[in-house]
């Protein structure tokens, strides 16, 4: 499964036409991607054919803040058309900030949600990875193994896939959810990742001329991933 940063309309579509599996739905990635507008939801879901899950994030960091806030865009977002969603926060001491979840997850009922990217500024990784097991409709972790990215996280990324490999679907109460490999992934780590089985991978800049959020997703840079990972979705 290969998972793209989308901004817009335009990003999801070359995502799609690159052979991108799903897109990652977020607004100003130079505080790490926000909640994006409702109409950008139901632009882009016009626009792809592709699952699109949506981040539902207000604040520079992985602090909650207004949780009524949270509750309140993660409505306009479902108004959207929004189906699925990306979210994740985290406690002054760095634990997993189960009641700011669980207020969303109300709000979401059940729909399916990615926890990103928070797991790897945790205190302690497998309390977090324990917080998280029988959320509703928990389905996936995105994680680089590590605060550094992927090529620092990969020894981290293989240990906890095999630790979660075989125990139960994901998204049923009580199972773990599917690890993404994401966060400053690059294409040398690709081929050890799916040689130790993880076929789920998240990638952003890498989509993009010059690496860069200044240019739009190239579908012959996500061509390249989609390729690269062959017959791994």
């Given at each position: 499964?290969?998972?793209?940063?989308?901004?817009?309309?335009?990003?999801?579509?070359?995502?799609?036409?690159?052979?991108?599996d799903?897109?990652?739905?977020?607004?100003?990635?130079?505080?790490?991607?926000?909640?994006?507008?409702?109409?950008?939801?139901?632009?882009?879901?016009?626009a792809?054919?592709?699952?699109?899950?949506?981040m539902?994030?207000?604040?520079?960091?992985?602090a909650?803040?207004?949780?009524q806030?949270?509750?309140?865009?993660a409505?306009e977002?479902?108004?959207?058309?929004?189906?699925?969603?990306?979210?994740?926060?985290?406690?002054?001491?760095?634990?997993?900030?189960?009641?700011?979840?669980?207020a969303?997850?109300?709000?979401?009922?059940?729909?399916?949600?990615?926890?990103?990217?928070?797991?790897?500024?945790?205190?302690d990784?497998?309390?977090?990875?324990?917080?998280?097991?029988?959320?509703?409709?928990?389905d996936?972790?995105?994680?680089?193994?590590?605060?550094?990215?992927?090529?620092?996280?990969?020894?981290?990324?293989?240990?906890?896939?095999?630790?979660?490999?075989?125990?139960?679907?994901?998204?049923?109460?009580g199972?773990?959810?599917?690890?993404?490999?994401?966060?400053t992934?690059?294409?040398?780590e690709?081929?050890?990742?799916?040689?130790?089985?993880?076929?789920?991978?998240?990638?952003?800049?890498?989509?993009?001329?010059?690496?860069?959020?200044?240019h739009?997703?190239?579908?012959?840079?996500?061509?390249?991933?989609?390729?690269l990972?062959?017959?791994?979705?």
């Open positions: 499964m290969l998972e793209v940063i989308a901004l817009d309309a335009g990003d999801a579509r070359a995502a799609e036409h690159g052979g991108a799903r897109i990652e739905l977020v607004s100003d990635m130079a505080r790490w991607g926000l909640t994006p507008s409702a109409e950008t939801v139901r632009e882009v879901r016009a792809v054919d592709l699952p699109v899950r949506v539902v994030r207000e604040a520079d960091g992985f909650a803040g207004e949780v806030v949270l509750r309140d865009r409505r977002l479902l108004r959207a058309g929004a189906e699925e969603f990306v979210l994740g926060f985290l406690t002054p001491d760095g634990a997993v900030d189960l009641p700011a979840v669980e969303v997850l109300e709000v979401l009922d059940g729909r399916p949600w990615t926890f990103h990217k928070a797991i790897d500024f945790a205190a990784r497998s309390a977090a990875w324990a917080a998280l097991s029988g959320l509703p409709g928990l996936a972790v995105l994680s680089s193994g590590g605060r550094e990215g992927v090529a620092e996280g990969l020894t981290t990324l293989l240990a906890e896939h095999r630790a979660l490999a075989g125990r139960g679907a994901p998204g049923e109460r199972a773990v959810p599917r690890l993404i490999a994401g966060g992934l690059r294409e040398p690709a081929a050890p990742l799916l040689a130790g089985g993880v076929n789920a991978f998240h990638v952003g800049t890498r989509a993009r001329p010059q690496g860069s959020w200044d739009p997703v190239d579908p012959a840079a996500v061509r390249v991933w989609a390729e990972l062959g017959g791994a979705s």
